[in-house]
C-alpha cells in the first residue's frame, strides 16, 4: 500500500506564503501524476493543481498565477509553492496520486490563512 504524506501546513496572513510537500512511501512518481486538491469547511474538494509523468501541469482557476507545483521523481517528492496567500485558501490540503483506476490519497495538512 502505498502511502502519502503531506507536510508544511500552517497558519499565515494574508499575501503570505507557504509551501507543501508530499513524499511517497516508495517509488511510484515516475508513472503516476501528481496533484493537489483542498476541501474548505462545508465545501467539496476541489482541484488545486496537477503535474503528469511528463511534465504537463493544470491549475485550478482560483490560483493560477499564484500557486506552482513542481515534482521530484528521484526524491518520491511532489511540491506545492503558494504565494499571495488569500483567506479564502483557508482549507485541508490533499496530495494525490492517480494513474489509470489507481487512487492514493494523502491524509491532508490544513493551511490556514489570517489576519
Known amino acids: 500500500q502505498v502511502q502519502l504524506v503531506e507536510s508544511g501546513g500552517g497558519s499565515v496572513q494574508p499575501g503570505g506564503s507557504l509551501r507543501l510537500s508530499c513524499a511517497a512511501s516508495?517509488?511510484?512518481?515516475?508513472?503516476?501524476?501528481m496533484g493537489w486538491y483542498r476541501q474548505a469547511t462545508g465545501k467539496q474538494r476541489e482541484l488545486v493543481a496537477v503535474i503528469t509523468s511528463d511534465g504537463t501541469i493544470n491549475y485550478g482557476d482560483s490560483v493560477k498565477g499564484r500557486f506552482t507545483i513542481s515534482r521530484d521523481n528521484a526524491k518520491n517528492t511532489v511540491s506545492l509553492q503558494m504565494n499571495s496567500l488569500k483567506p479564502e485558501d483557508t482549507a485541508v490540503y490533499y496530495c494525490?496520486?492517480?494513474?489509470?483506476?489507481?487512487?492514493?490519497w494523502g491524509k491532508g495538512t490544513l493551511v490556514t490563512v489570517s489576519s
Open positions: 494525490r496520486a492517480a494513474r489509470f483506476v489507481t487512487n492514493y
Open positions: 516508495e517509488s511510484i512518481f515516475s508513472s503516476y501524476t
